[in-house]
């Protein structure tokens, strides 16, 4: 033992001395972590797909993740008490992009949540997967909207899990042959499931099926559905594309109100959001610096790069973001059959960077080839009359190019059309309405409407800020109804697909910022029992069945005159002519209008006729007062 103890004094002494010497430098006092071996890689299996896939009788899945540059993934779960087991440590596909991993022994019939560990801290839910549960929000969600919801696994992780099933229930479609309305006949009901029933289901929504039938209406545009932050949402905040939001009811739910819609010749059009994404996004999470997107992010730009951004800004330059992209609006088309996207802040869709909207809008050419490669990838899953439609508010000769590829393009004539029904004349000229002032060849590929969700009520701004002159007031309710009532006649005499924001049938009159923008609004189905709001139902329902059963609606052969008090439309098919009159003054005015012809017009409003003796109309209209005649019966 003494020898030991004399053989390490030496040594310390030599040591000692070679470090006074400097021979041995200082040990370095942040040590050297090794850097983590590339891992090897192992062929995908032939069955995987993005996500989650059963085999074995469902008594296995196959979990997959893209996630280029991680250096381990472990899924986590019921199935492993939530633990990172050997056994469920992803492996490395030859891509050197996709994590993959099979897990055994389970529960066909049971749901699993489940989740990602990713480089041994960030936990993040699957994004394609169809449910979550989410610690903060669920508990919120009422038995009667979402029976059976599964337990969040409390005190056993954290954050929003995904969930799995292999024998989930399979919705049996009973209509299989809708026909959707040709394009140029749709009329589009934009609703919020929200601030539509006091339920806020889609089988509340459902019950009022019949009220949207005899309106006339032959297409339903759902605000966002899928899985948003939060429960009370317009629902743009959107983190997970392929999950509806269970605040509105289940899967089996969604695709019971789409299938009751066909029965009733009603199309679903699907409010899209893939401009961006929230951080609640496992997308986002991935590859995040705590403030921002980082470099690496296969999905998502560090910045946004235009100046209406909120959230996150997708990159669709990039391959991965399309590959999501489609898979998203793939997904839909077929577990859903939805009809239509309305694809929104689709001009958002763009890598060349601006501060203004003047340069956010101005002509990209690779903008233009993303909603091409887009388009024809949707037509090549559905090419019959699916409906894909951009809220674009581009230049005029890019959005040209896009309707000449059969995508449609919202109109937005709210401004013009609510000075007109106030009674202020200078800037009453709604004929942006028409495709012809789009530099369009077909009107099928223009959606006009005076109200959207984005858009300030009509008859809030009739009441709060309408022209009154003595023995006329438009702030008046009678009043300011009868001329939504004329907004309406034009309208829906304007060739082209056309849009109505819930209630405005019946003159809904709370202002959009009534409770904050987002928030909740008051749900006023007792409007329908006021005879004066009835009355602008019943008046609505009319223009929209004349719309829909005479082909002179869709006609090419129009004129107008849409400045000043009186405005008129003209539209002319064969040896039918249609003209709509209107005084949209405050006063009495005479209306002198080239009718065309001469002889008999019978009016399509109460089946009277009138005899010209000469082409022009001429007769004193009150303020609010209008006409729509034709020169042949109107179905």
């Known amino acids: ?22 021979t041995i430098p200082e040990p370095n006092p942040t040590p050297t972590i090794p850097t983590t071996p590339t891992p090897t890689s192992y062929p995908l299996p032939a069955a995987a797909k993005d996500g989650v896939v059963f085999i074995n009788g469902g008594t296995s899945a196959i979990v997959t993740l893209y996630a280029p540059s991680k250096t381990s993934v472990y899924v986590i779960g019921d199935f492993s008490n939530w633990q990172t087991l050997p056994a469920n440590q992803l492996k490395l596909a030859p891509d050197n992009n996709t994590w993959w991993v099979q897990i055994d022994g389970l529960d066909p019939n049971t749901e699993y949540a489940y989740q990602f560990m990713v480089d041994g801290s960030l936990k993040v839910a699957d994004p394609y997967c169809e449910k979550v ?38 919705y049996a479609w009973k209509n299989n042959s809708f026909v959707r309305p040709d394009k140029n006949n749709l009329v589009i009901y934009e609703l919020l499931i929200r601030d539509f029933t006091n339920e806020h289901t889609y089988a509340s929504t459902l019950q009022k099926l019949d009220y949207l039938v005899s309106l006339g209406i032959n297409a339903i545009e759902l605000m966002p559905i899928t899985e948003f932050e939060g429960n009370i949402s317009w629902g743009y905040n959107i983190s997970y594309a392929m999950a509806p939001d269970k605040y509105y009811g289940t899967k089996a739910a969604l ?16 409010d899209m959001v893939l401009n961006h994404a929230f951080g609640q996004s496992p997308m986002v999470q991935l590859y995040f610096d705590g ?77 233009v080839s993303i909603w091409k490669e887009y388009n024809n990838y ?30 449609m393009l919202w109109a937005n004539i709210n401004y013009n059309m609510n000075e007109a029904t106030m009674g202020w004349l200078g800037a009453s000229d709604f004929s942006w309405a028409f495709a012809s002032k789009h530099g369009f060849a077909k009107s099928e590929n223009l959606v006009s409407y005076m109200e959207s969700h984005d858009e300030e009520r009509l008859n809030f701004k009739n009441i709060t800020y309408g022209n009154v002159v003595p023995g006329y007031s438009v702030k008046d309710l009678t009043t300011a109804l009868k001329r939504e009532e004329l907004a309406a006649a034009f309208l829906f005499a304007v060739p082209g697909p056309k849009m109505i924001w819930q209630f405005g049938e019946l003159g809904y009159d709370y202002s959009i910022d009534f409770n904050g923008r987002l928030g909740e609004k008051p749900i006023r189905w007792d409007y329908f029992d ?23 609606f869709t006609t090419a052969n129009t004129s107008y005159n849409l400045t000043g008090g009186i405005k ?68």
């Open 1 to 22: 033992m003494k020898k030991v103890i004399y053989l390490l004094a030496i040594v310390a002494l030599f040591h000692l001395a070679c470090k006074k010497s400097g």
């Open 133 to 170: 549960l989410d610690p903060n929000n669920d508990s919120f969600i009422s038995a009667s909207v979402y029976p059976g919801l599964k337990t969040y696994p409390t005190g056993k992780t954290t954050g929003i899990v995904s969930v799995m099933q292999a024998n989930k229930p399979v």
């Open 255 to 270: 695709q019971n109100f789409i299938d009751e819609c066909h029965g009733k010749g009603i199309a679903v059009i699907m």
């Open 291 to 367: 403030n921002k997107p980082t470099a690496n992010s296969p999905w998502f730009n560090v910045d946004a790069k235009h100046p209406y951004n909120v959230g996150y800004d997708f990159n669709h330059e990039s391959a991965a973001t399309k590959y999501y992209v489609k898979n998203v609006v793939k997904y839909w088309m077929q577990q859903y059959k939805i009809d239509g996207f309305r694809f929104d802040l689709s001009k958002g869709f763009t890598q060349k960077t601006s501060s203004d909207d003047a340069g956010f809008a101005a002509y990209d050419a690779s903008r």
């Open 378 to 407: 949707i037509k090549s899953i559905d090419a019959n009359n699916f409906y894909v439609i951009l809220e674009h508010f581009a230049e005029a000769n890019e959005e040209k190019v896009l309707a000449d590829e059969g995508m």
């Open 530 to 552: 006021d005879a004066r709001r009835k009355a602008l139902y019943t008046a609505y329902a009319k223009f929209i069945k004349l719309k829909k059963n005479n082909a002179i």
């Open 568 to 635: 008129y439309i003209k539209l002319i098919s064969g040896s039918n002519t249609v003209m709509v009159v209107g005084n949209f003054d405050v006063t009495a005015q005479t209306a002198n209008v080239d009718f065309g012809n001469n002889g008999n017009w019978i009016d399509a409003m109460n089946g009277t006729n009138i005899n010209l003796a000469t082409a022009n109309y001429s007769a004193v209209l009150a303020p609010g007062e209008y006409r729509i005649y034709s020169r042949q019966n109107l179905n």
